[in-house]
């Protein structure tokens, strides 16, 4: 069973930088694509951003393109999340996951972009 832990969230002020990880246990992990997904208080689960097994392509919703960047080291079985010029509607708790989606979700890591 995989557990996922995000962190690296917290409070910042619009304008301002984040970098989120998310760790992942057991030995599966290179072999996934992996995402980043937020949900925003009332709404459901979005996807932002995925990479892929190697690396070396990524995909971001465009809502954050230009602003945010994902990336991954495998031999740390972790994802990261960097986010620049955030911006009040960017908070959410953010997660990561395969993507797909297919382990168990963690339990997120909290964002807030304060005006």
């Known amino acids: 069973q995989v557990h996922l832990v995000e962190s690296g969230g917290g409070l910042v002020q619009a304008g301002g930088s984040l970098r989120l990880s998310c760790a992942a246990s057991?030995?599966?992990?290179?072999?996934?694509?992996m995402g980043w997904f937020r949900q925003a208080p009332g709404m459901e689960r979005v996807f932002v951003a995925r990479?892929?097994?190697?690396?070396?392509?990524?995909y971001l919703e465009d809502f954050v393109k230009g602003r945010f960047t994902i990336s991954r080291d495998n031999a740390k079985n972790t994802v990261y999340l960097q986010m620049n010029s955030l911006k009040v509607e960017d908070t959410a708790v953010y997660y990561c996951?395969?993507?797909?989606?297919?382990?168990?979700w963690g339990q997120g890591t909290q964002v807030t972009v304060s005006s």
């Open positions: 990479i892929d097994r190697s690396g070396e392509n990524t």
């Open positions: 996951n395969t993507d797909p989606s297919s382990w168990n």
């Open positions: 057991g030995r599966t992990f290179s072999r996934y694509a």
